[in-house]
């Protein structure tokens, strides 16, 4: 048996006792160490219209330490921890086959189609699991998918862009703040606009400016749009002040039936993009990992509070009102 968070409907959950369900070939049962609140999580909590296949279960955030494999692992064994990719590609259609696999419709995920890590156990693949070190600051590799989620948007407009010197981020959450630390750490001059100034606060240590009111005669090679829901405030912004030629890359998740007001024209005119950024491929995620191995103490200081699963609504809370610096929230299930 694992105890879970069970999603019941809207703002509504239950902490109970599941079964664990039978361990397929080439999986493992991980003990949760950590996993993290995401931005998805929130939005489906606060929704009431959740697709019939969506497991109540949720968390794909999460590290763990293997007690039990079902087959031979060359790679695992029991006691080693790891991280997780959540992201399960069929590795068969168009998609798959062009590298593409964050795009593959007949893909699964951990928290998602499959039970998550908002529970004490879960069971994963073993082709999902990345080794990691028994490290104080292991928990900082609960940002891996985070990370990834970043990296895929910089690669995207790497592709696209020929000058790369400034950037804007608009939103000051936990994606926002870590983009802006890593267009930082590729020597790109990254400006941020957010609301929260407590979070605003705390990536200005790191050489970032953060900025309350845009501009309208600035402009930027590429802008991050990582707010999402339903408005258009931020993609109007982004569009004023994109450089001609340059790309609006949007990691914000908007809402299912939001209908953005382009006005076209723009595009035209200045020759811009508008790209939108999903997921992420496993290259990237194993990059992520790298880049946490390599700046794990900084990383650390991104995870802002940690609490029990007895306490997930208290959490929960902490996420959705924003009261004091909050970005990464950690849930951190007792050893049963």
């Known amino acids: 048996m694992k105890k879970s968070i069970v999603l019941e409907g809207y703002r509504s959950f239950s902490y109970k006792r599941l079964p664990m369900g039978i361990l397929p070939k080439k999986?493992?049962?991980?003990?949760?160490?950590?996993?993290?609140?995401?931005?998805?999580?929130?939005?489906?909590?606060?929704?009431?219209?959740?697709?019939?296949?969506?497991?109540?279960?949720?968390?794909?955030?999460?590290?763990?330490?293997?007690?039990?494999?079902?087959?031979?692992?060359?790679?695992?064994?029991?006691?080693?921890?790891?991280?997780?990719?959540?992201?399960?590609?069929?590795?068969?259609?168009?998609?798959?086959?062009?590298?593409?696999?964050?795009?593959?419709?007949?893909?699964?995920?951990?928290?998602?189609?499959?039970?998550?890590?908002?529970?004490?156990?879960?069971?994963?693949?073993?082709?999902?699991?990345?080794?990691?070190?028994?490290?104080?600051?292991?928990?900082?590799?609960?940002?891996?998918?985070?990370?990834a989620v970043c990296l895929h948007a910089i690669n995207l407009a790497k592709n696209y862009s020929q000058k790369r010197a400034k950037a804007l981020v608009i939103g000051d959450g936990s994606i926002g703040c870590l983009i802006s630390w890593l267009l930082k750490k590729q020597g790109i001059d990254v400006y941020i606009k957010g609301i929260h100034s407590a979070n605003c606060n705390f990536i200005e240590k790191f050489g970032i400016n953060s900025i309350k009111n845009l501009n309208q005669d600035d402009s930027y090679d590429e802008i991050y749009e990582t707010v999402g829901r339903k408005q258009d405030d931020t993609l109007n912004e982004c569009l004023k002040l994109i450089k001609p030629g340059g790309n609006v890359i949007v990691l914000g998740v908007y809402d299912v039936n939001y209908i953005y007001p382009l006005v076209a024209r723009s595009l035209f005119i200045k020759e811009s993009r508008l790209v939108g950024a999903n997921a992420y491929n496993k290259n990237e995620f194993l990059d992520a990992v790298n880049i946490i191995e390599r700046n794990i103490q900084e990383l650390s200081t991104f995870l802002t509070h940690v609490y029990s699963l007895e306490n997930f609504s208290e959490a929960l809370n902490k996420v959705i009102n924003k009261d004091e610096l909050t970005l990464k929230v950690i849930i951190q299930p007792k050893i049963c």
């Open 27 to 147: 999986w493992v049962t991980l003990r949760v160490i950590a996993v993290g609140i995401c931005g998805t999580d929130v939005s489906k909590i606060l929704s009431n219209n959740l697709p019939s296949n969506h497991t109540k279960v949720l968390g794909h955030e999460f590290i763990g330490e293997i007690i039990r494999i079902n087959g031979y692992s060359n790679d695992f064994c029991v006691g080693n921890r790891v991280v997780v990719m959540p992201i399960m590609p069929c590795h068969k259609c168009e998609m798959c086959i062009r590298g593409m696999e964050n795009l593959c419709k007949k893909a699964e995920a951990i928290g998602r189609t499959i039970d998550g890590a908002f529970s004490n156990y879960v069971n994963v693949p073993i082709e999902n699991l990345v080794k990691i070190q028994k490290d104080l600051l292991i928990n900082s590799y609960v940002l891996s998918d985070s990370i």
